[in-house]
């Protein structure tokens, strides 16, 4: 925690008389000269478009169009509409598939690089690329790889026979939704890895020998060393990951924009496309909102969790 | 780990097998993004020729690109953007990151609450509001509006990241600077700041590639093509219609993924403590 810089003597006097805590100190006065600039900014552009998104959830408001208090119209109307329920259960096939995906996929890739070879650094380096281009124009790619008329993966699948033209990756409503999963792991697994070898690194090394003198299997090993002390670390990742794949948006935009049929569309995009393309704020806001419920659970968890410790 | 017990074949089941694997998954669409905008239409929309293989190379792609697209000024603009509001986020997030993290004063831990809470919202819980805000600001299609709403991303994150390094420095360094006579400012500017630059780098580039890879708010603020980022002119402009350049396409996305390569490579090892501070630090 923060390390005290005040005299001890105030220190002491603070705990004798309890309004003396609120003597402003020398301390106090620099911290909030120092955090008064971005606390400000972070109100303003943060906290301020959060209640006004609330407020315009309860408007029913279309763009340039003055807007009209409505209550929970819009909130009816999203429990009424049988694409906000579709909308729910993808975002959470989504975020429930690609997270197990990842999880899984950055643990085996963590345990493969926390073993001595040659070059590798430039591996680790090469195998965190995904993460780091911008998501867009990584994606860009998967959508030429699962293009319907030119997708390479078909080239391949009707050279061993599959029927012309091959399987329609991005038009068929469960392909879909398989190729959103798919390429949302290929580019949040290296995070996983990289943030869990780190972690396997803390580890020390006696502790396996330990266990391997105690006849403990390289299974044992890894149920009984390994995954106990991961712990921590794989829990922070996973709920930051799911935050952050619960509300995605870039990908399944570009790639699917939602479709075919509705089968992609997540809250993120869903509404964007109430809010942007159809100009109903209000409405928009609303869905957006939606997500508020399961989101608010984790970050406060999360939150609390990395406080702690 | 243990892996050298069982020879080369429990090596290559453990080590190289897996490896293969994972590198081959990584950088396909790497290899494809590169091959493809290599290779002239009439090898490109050939379904007979095998696809992994470039038979005409050409550099046609990347010539339309530059000379019949915006692509240089789109690639500017990203690049002001990234760096201004890196710029911005780095000072901001350090004058909240201090005081947190080394001066007890009331209501700090309110305070550490709502930076932790704030970094964690993500951006389509408040595109709607703030397209809304934007525009009544008056700073539609204006590098401006994106310049200013980027922080709201980088700022928790910076601090966060900097608390971490901040707590690092010993206090007896700042008391002895004090007692020489040192302000508060001064003990912060002159001993603990510079102790801390490999904080400032990792939490630079991380929110530097943060800002490249930012898409949500550029496609709804920036709809001049003269304004727009790389991301939002590729998928906006290099699309039109039903019709697909793909070269171009390709070739785009690999220019564009190019600048935050080259700084990613020189700064490996500090991205990937800014990576894993938050989570393995604690």
């Known amino acids: 925690m923060a390390l005290r810089s005040e005299p001890v003597a105030a220190t002491t006097l603070s705990r004798r008389l309890p309004w003396s805590r609120l ?51 819009n909130f009816i109307d999203d429990a009424r509409d049988p694409v906000f ?52 124009l990584s994606t860009i790619a998967w ?45 949040g697994l290296p995070f996983y890895a990289i943030t869990l070898l780190a972690g396997l690194q803390t580890i020390p090394g006696d502790l396996y020998e330990a266990a ?49 049929a509705n089968a992609t569309h997540l809250f993120a995009t869903y509404s964007f496309d109430i809010a942007m393309s159809a100009g109903q704020l209000g409405r ?19 939150t609390l969790y990395m406080r702690k410790r | 780990m243990m892996v050298t017990r069982g020879g080369w074949r429990v090596r290559a ?27 002239p239409n009439a090898e490109l929309y050939n379904t007979r020729m095998m696809p992994l293989l470039l038979y005409h190379p050409t550099l046609k792609h990347y010539v339309d690109l530059l000379t019949e697209t915006p692509f240089l000024l789109w690639t500017w603009n990203t690049m002001v953007v990234a760096v201004v509001s890196t710029a911005i986020s780095l000072v901001l997030g350090v004058m909240l990151a201090y005081p947190l993290a080394r001066i007890n004063f009331p209501g700090s831990a309110l305070i550490a609450f709502a930076v932790a809470a704030t970094y964690l919202v993500p951006q389509p819980l408040l595109f709607i509001p703030m397209a809304d805000i934007i525009n009544r600001m008056g700073l539609g299609d204006t590098l401006t509006s994106v310049i200013l709403t980027y922080p709201t991303m980088l700022v928790p994150f910076c601090a966060w990241l900097l608390m971490g390094y901040f707590k690092t420095v010993p206090q007896e360094l700042e008391e002895a600077a004090r007692i020489d006579g040192a302000s508060h ?16 780098i990792s939490a630079g580039i991380f929110a530097f590639t943060l800002a490249q890879n930012e898409f949500l708010y550029a496609l709804i603020f920036l709809t001049k093509t003269d304004v727009r980022t790389v991301p939002v002119g590729a998928i906006a402009e290099l699309i039109r219609g039903d019709v697909f350049y793909w070269g171009q396409l390709m070739a785009a996305a690999l220019l564009g993924s190019i600048p935050v390569a080259i700084i990613y490579s020189f700064f490996v090892e500090h991205y990937v403590a800014g990576l894993t501070a938050g989570s393995v630090k604690g």
């Open chain 1, 284 to 302: 928009g806001a609303s869905v957006a909102l939606a997500m508020l419920p399961a989101l608010a659970l984790v970050i406060v968890a999360l």
């Open chain 2, 185 to 200: 400012f001064q003990a912060m500017w002159r001993v603990v700041l510079p102790l801390c630059t490999p904080g400032f």
């Open chain 1, 143 to 187: 959508m030429w790889i699962l293009d319907p008329a030119f997708s390479v993966i078909n080239w391949f699948l009707v050279h061993v026979g599959v029927p012309r033209p091959g399987p329609s990756w991005l038009g068929n409503p469960y392909l879909a939704m398989g190729s959103i999963i798919v390429v949302n792991t290929w580019r």
């Open chain 1, 23 to 73: 003597r402003i100190t020398e301390g106090t006065v620099f911290s909030w000269l120092m955090l008064a600039l971005p606390v400000l900014f972070l109100l303003a552009f943060v906290g301020y478009p959060f209640i006004y998104g609330i407020w315009l959830s309860l408007e029913d408001r279309e763009v340039a169009r003055s807007a009209t208090f409505v209550g929970l119209a």
């Open chain 1, 85 to 136: 329920w579709q909308v729910v259960r993808n975002t959470f096939v989504y975020t429930f598939a690609a997270t197990i995906l990842k999880a899984a996929g950055g643990l085996a890739l963590a345990l493969v690089l926390n073993q001595n070879f040659r070059m590798k650094n430039l591996v680790r380096a090469l195998v965190l690329l995904p993460f780091i281009v911008p998501t867009v």
């Open chain 1, 212 to 260: 391997t003198i105690d006849g403990a299997t390289s299974w044992h090993r890894f149920r009984y060393v390994t995954l106990p002390l991961l712990r921590p670390v794989i829990l922070i990742v996973t709920m930051f990951s799911v935050i952050f794949t619960f509300a995605d948006f870039q990908l399944v935009y570009v790639l699917t924009h939602g479709g075919p």
């Open chain 2, 13 to 39: 089941l453990q080590l190289w097998l897996p490896l293969g694997f994972f590198l081959v998954l990584t950088l396909f669409p790497f290899y494809w993004m590169a091959i493809t905008s290599l290779k």
